[in-house]
């Protein structure tokens, strides 16, 4: 794991002279084809971004691109969001940068390899920690943060995947599974504190993470993914499935008897 | 990275052998969806990219964009094929020059959605707005504005060059212009372009204010050339299919963008999918001719003035996604060539007569004049005269001997075929058409080649696959 480096960039967000009121966004894992997506869409509503991730040079092309399409400000962190230790100066440096914090929108996470994990603990251990230990860590202070103010709003990328443990990606799978349990709490605790808390369940989505799995060309598209999501926020929704119809699909096999579903290929 | 693999069956099969069960498509096709050859894809999502996705890779490989391109010109049969479209980011837009810099796999669609709501369209635009920014220098597109506005590399001021020996090149007129000039219409072949500058055009509205005026022959059409020529967008369509006193009939549609401010709102989502293939005898001589015979008679009176949108003016054919499943699963072929204007009247009229006779045309023809800007590529294909395009149904034994006459009248009349569009040249005609092409082939990456390239550099002098 390396050390994380905090380089703060961008204009500060006072400068700009607009009277209009943007909302303010925090984007862990900034680099992901449905944060990058969906981050497009906020800089062309003239939003402004603090964006986390572990590449400089992919960073500094998503930072680029959203600050030409309109972004009232973007700021940026080079950091590996797996090291648990640096989270809390690098979130209080992310909202100092923002001044304040609508949204935290946690696009963070890895597929890993299933084949390798079911036979490598290690590799299994690091899927868990990226998926669920470390959201977990993040979640933990921005939680704690938006409680005090009765404000603000937590979308969190889970997956469908998470709904039920299958053998083509059970370790991915159980990850999600923990994240999903956890908003859940989540929400049960602070919700009435007036701070939304957003599962987002996407299908499979046409993105890097995704290009070099079978069938990947007929996933989601992920730019219709990333509109969905924008719109759950702005609706305040609890629970989002996306593409919609992996509601109903997942209904289905979550209610398939373990007598019949430990014999089938999913 | 990782590697998406495609179906790795070559399916160079002549069009004789196409009569077989359909066999599952290969992953990339051409726009003409001829030939079809068997490749993996490798998606460039990040600059970085290139060249390590090729580490340890013994492949050529050949850097594509949204395939419409009609021919070989963007595959590369058991090659690598380096998809651009995840490269689409942009870096930075000065709206007082209105020049736009991103990442070469931005589709002119994206840019469209981008500069349009800020007053500023494209300085060249193919007939498609799905090509990459890549994908028109590597061909160096041109428009219904060559006249005045020359072809697409003109607009560019300059770009990266990535090779696949990592090293990078910026690349403008007065750097490294050598590559500048082979990169643009260089197929794709110098190495891979990661961003490249383009300079937009300013505009008040979405609108084109239009007029279309019906004309019959090459004399008429070349009077309405010379009276249009304040006007900035000119192009015909021409029925290709009648003879006699129809003969090269043609509807001249001439449009300047509007100058009456309007909404400038980005286009909506095209909604029509042509749903399936059509059968091979969907296209034949008398449902083209009627179809001609109903376009040149739509317009209900010889002469019309309109305001229309940019979008059917300059892309009717992206209202219907996947409109080529028209020509069946055969595909299409197109034929297109510039004839200077020394012989460009007797050239024309000649080649309209060879197609009228063969009854093989389709109802996309496009005619229209080249201008004097002279373009930057040295494999450039615009020059001064008229240029003319036709698509071509794949009819097993007629077509290609069809083309191959047709190749060797555009040759007889001093002109040249254009790549991104062939399936058919020989390596003689390119050869004899691209008289630089030698001095090119000194900036080819060696990692990098096509299909297209292999078969008209082919120093045996075989003939492509008939």
């Known amino acids: ?266 | 990275m990782s590697l998406s693999t495609a179906e790795p069956e070559a399916l160079n099969t002549p069009p004789e052998a196409a009569r077989e069960p359909d066999r599952a498509p290969p992953a990339f096709q051409s726009w003409g969806r001829y030939p079809k050859y068997g490749a993996k894809v490798v998606p460039l999502n990040w600059q970085g990219d290139f060249p390590a996705v090729l580490a340890g890779s013994q492949d050529s490989a050949l850097p594509v964009g949204l395939g419409r391109s009609y021919g070989d010109v963007c595959l590369l049969k058991d090659g690598t094929l380096l998809q651009t479209t995840g490269m689409n980011r942009l870096i930075d837009f000065d709206p007082q020059t209105g020049i736009l810099t991103a990442e070469s796999g931005i589709s002119l669609a994206q840019i469209l959605d981008f500069a349009v709501p800020r007053g500023f369209f494209l300085p060249v635009t193919p007939g498609t707005k799905y090509v990459t920014l890549g994908g028109a220098i590597a061909n160096d597109i041109h428009g219904k504005n060559h006249e005045v506005a020359g072809s697409f590399g003109n607009h560019v001021p300059c770009f990266e060059l990535v090779r696949s020996d990592g090293s990078r090149r910026l690349c403008s007129r007065t750097e490294n212009p050598d590559w500048y000039a082979a990169t643009i219409g260089g197929m794709g072949l110098t190495g891979l372009i990661t961003w490249a500058q383009l300079r937009l055009r300013p505009i008040v509205s979405r609108g084109i204010d239009y007029e279309g005026i019906q004309f019959h022959g090459i004399d008429e059409f070349l009077d309405l050339k010379q009276k249009y020529q304040h006007v900035e967008y000119t192009v015909s369509w021409v029925d290709c299919v009648s003879t006699g006193k129809n003969f090269a009939r043609g509807i001249f549609m001439a449009g300047d963008h509007s100058k009456v401010p309007g909404e400038l709102k980005p286009s909506p989502e095209p909604k029509l999918v042509f749903p399936f293939d059509a059968p091979a005898f969907t296209l034949n001589r008398l449902s083209v001719s009627a179809f001609n015979t109903v376009f040149f008679h739509k317009q209900g009176n010889a002469h019309v003035k309109a305001v229309h949108d940019y979008e059917p003016f300059f892309y009717p054919l992206d209202a219907v996604l996947r409109w080529n499943r028209l020509y069946g699963k055969r595909g299409l072929v197109q034929f297109q060539y510039a004839i200077p204007w020394e012989h460009a009247k007797e050239g024309t009229i000649a080649i309209l007569r060879e197609i009228a006779k063969s009854g093989l045309a389709s109802f996309l023809a496009v005619l229209k004049a080249f201008g004097d800007i002279p373009s930057l590529g040295m494999m450039s294909f615009p020059q001064a005269g008229i240029m003319f395009a036709l698509d071509f149904p794949i009819k097993p034994g007629i077509t290609f001997p069809l083309l191959q006459r047709l190749g060797d009248m555009t040759l007889d009349y001093g002109g040249r075929l254009y790549p991104a569009k062939d399936a058919a040249m020989t390596a003689a005609q390119f050869q004899t058409f691209y008289p630089e092409w030698q001095r090119f082939a000194r900036f080819r990456d060696p990692m990098l080649t096509s299909s297209f390239w292999e078969r008209v550099t082919d120093s045996t002098g075989a003939k492509p696959t008939l």
Not at chain 1, 14 to 26: F, N, P
Not at chain 1, 243 to 256: A, C, D, E
């Open chain 1, 1 to 266: 794991m390396s050390t994380p480096a905090i380089l703060p960039s961008g204009t500060s967000p006072g400068s700009d002279s607009t009277a209009k009121i943007t909302k303010k966004i925090l984007v862990l894992g900034a680099t992901s084809g449905i944060a990058e997506a969906t981050c497009r869409i906020w800089a062309a509503q003239g939003a402004q971004m603090f964006l986390i991730a572990r590449n400089p040079e992919k960073l500094a092309a998503v930072a680029a691109d959203l600050k030409t399409r309109g972004a009232a400000y973007v700021g940026t962190a080079v950091a590996d969001l797996d090291d648990t230790d640096k989270h809390a100066e690098l979130l209080s440096h992310a909202i100092n940068s923002l001044t304040g914090m609508d949204v935290a929108y946690l696009a963070y996470g890895i597929l890993g390899d299933e084949p390798r994990a079911e036979q490598d603990f290690e590799h299994a251990a690091q899927i868990l920690h990226s998926n669920f230990v470390a959201p977990v860590s993040l979640l933990t202070w921005l939680a704690n943060f938006c409680v005090q103010r009765h404000a603000g709003l937590l979308a969190v990328i889970s997956s469908v995947a998470g709904d039920r443990g299958r053998k083509s990606n059970y370790l991915y799978g159980s990850s999600k599974a923990g994240l999903t349990a956890y908003l859940a709490g989540l929400r049960n605790r602070i919700d009435r504190e007036g701070v939304t808390v957003l599962t987002i369940k996407p299908g499979p989505v046409k993105t890097a993470m995704t290009a070099s799995m079978k069938g990947s060309e007929k996933f989601a598209d992920v730019n219709k993914v990333a509109a969905t999501i924008v719109k759950a926020i702005d609706a305040k929704k609890d629970n989002l499935y996306v593409p919609f119809q992996w509601q109903p699909i997942m209904f289905i096999i979550r209610n398939i008897p373990d007598r019949i579903f430990k014999k089938l290929n999913l």
